[in-house]
């Protein structure tokens, strides 16, 4: 008995051992010079404009159910159908968090945009855009500049160039962790694996 009970406890230390292996440096996440934030947080840098980010958005939810108090995201605004929409995009986002209206319009947006094909390329579409979610046109005019809405997508872009993000759906955890999804492209299961690196990372120290 006390041989299949060593036998069983060894086997055990051996699976954890494997787990905490499982997932290494450069391979399945980057440690960016950065400091470590003081708050567990993950955040999934995404654009509106973007059919990786449109394709991701199942994982992003499932993402955001598991570990609801962490889980952001932030718009970037590299990508843009015409001159200086992307960052009308980031405005657009913001000023939905502002509403708490971020995940209609986002599923609005990209249903339009992937769903039917018909590019968000104007304010006066993305203006549509908020009506059809809900929000009226004359709420939608006197807040879209609005300085709190512009502040925060100037803080979403500057986030985005400190943390050096040059594409998307890139998702970094606790400000210092960058998942590489290129490292899960052969996983039998994305999510399950994803949830667990991000466990991972989350318990690192700084």
Known sequence: ???????????LFMAATLQAEEFSENRHYEVLDNPASTTPEIIEY???????????????????????????????????PKPGMGSKMTQAYSLALMLGKEQA???HIFEQQFGQRRSIDTQEKIKDIFIQAGVSESDFKRSFN??????REKQMDKDARDKNITGTPTLIVNGKYKIL???????????????????QLMSKSS
């Open 1 to 11: 008995m006390l041989v299949r009970i060593t036998m069983f406890v060894c086997a």
């Open 46 to 80: 995404f654009s509106l404009y973007c059919m990786a980010c449109y394709r991701f958005e199942p994982i992003a939810k499932e993402l955001a159910a598991t570990f609801p108090e962490a889980f952001k995201k932030s718009h970037t605004s590299g990508l843009s």
């Open 105 to 107: 319009i986002s599923e």
């Open 146 to 151: 609005n300085f709190s809405v512009k502040a």
């Open 181 to 199: 999804m290129n490292g899960f492209r052969n996983s039998d299961d994305l999510i399950g694996d994803l949830k667990l690196v991000i466990e």
